[in-house]
């Protein structure tokens, strides 16, 4: 077991690592090991954050970082919902992603010192798409954000979806003998849905009522189902009035409006608050139209965000958001509520005559899709 293996746990040399390394799984788990507890964070921040990062990354080792990926996997499939094991999915493709770029965007000098990464052609030819993708000839770039690529067609349509957005689809891209152009991060985009697609194979694990190892587990996993459950649904809340949006929003809406490009973090919590408004992804990207948020990257993370159901869990709490220093507990209202839809929706109970965005939105023509409200 490496630290590369820790690092991008769904690759085939690191579930051979797990498979032939001197560990049981029900042992780990019997004994309570810290992969137990870092695979019970892994799915939870995958469900309420859209990641799989610790926020105490010191506190586990290689091998408990490692192993707890088998763990997770079997946590989300006793939690039995098919909208769970999706987000999951998708929560460690986004960081996984995040993390390759780190890696292709850390200079040479880093690398030769010996940190861990690893290459882009080590990921494609994971996937088996070494062939099918090559750099642009004759377009070399000093700058490898701006690399750009060919892949086969057959791969891009298996790797990707009109519902992205019209650039993806086939007939506005450049196709010549059966390959067409793609940049670096659309390319890394295809290759999240690789990721995804590789941690969804297997899923969910199939238990018997009487499995040791679910019960050893049972603990965890009621604890996850009573957060989410405990976790207000989405969906009641239907008027948008930016002018009652909670600070830590304000503030991050201010920021992108200045043109500042928004950090991971900060981008997730802004739209889980804007689709916790019941906003669908056009009105999210009308919403966020002059600012230095990506349209499609917008649909693409508010899409996430909703369930099957249309609706999804509210963004991260309070607390989480000042570890990330998103909050600063401005006016003092950590005392008033836990997350920022539970404080917009106590100040939108307390205000008269308010006055919807929608309201405005649509006066002015600027809805994206709205059929509904104020
Ligand atoms: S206390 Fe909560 S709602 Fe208020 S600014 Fe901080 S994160 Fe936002």
Redesign the pocket.
Known sequence: MDRLHARYPFLEAAREAVATADVSLPVLVAEGAPAVARGRERVERALTEGTVESETPDAYGVQAELLSYPIARILVSLLESDAAIEKYARAEAATAIDRLLEDLDRDDELRSVGTVGIELEDVLREFDLEDAVRREAGRRTVNPARARYRIDVGPYLRLSSSDWGDRWRLVNRELADGSLPIDRDDLLRCLEEAVRDRVLEGLPFEFADDDELAAELSAEVEDLRRLLSERPRVGAIEVVAPDLF????R?LIEKAERGTALSAPEEFALMAFLTGLDMSPEEVVAFCADTSLDAEAIRYQTEFLRDETGTQYPPP??ET??AYG??????D??Q?????L???ERRLEAADDVVGWRDRAEATGTTGDVDADA
């Open positions: 909670p600070p830590c929003m503030n709490t309070c958001l000042s998103i909050c600063h507990n401005e006016e209202h950590w008033i509520a836990g997350d920022p539970a404080y917009y």
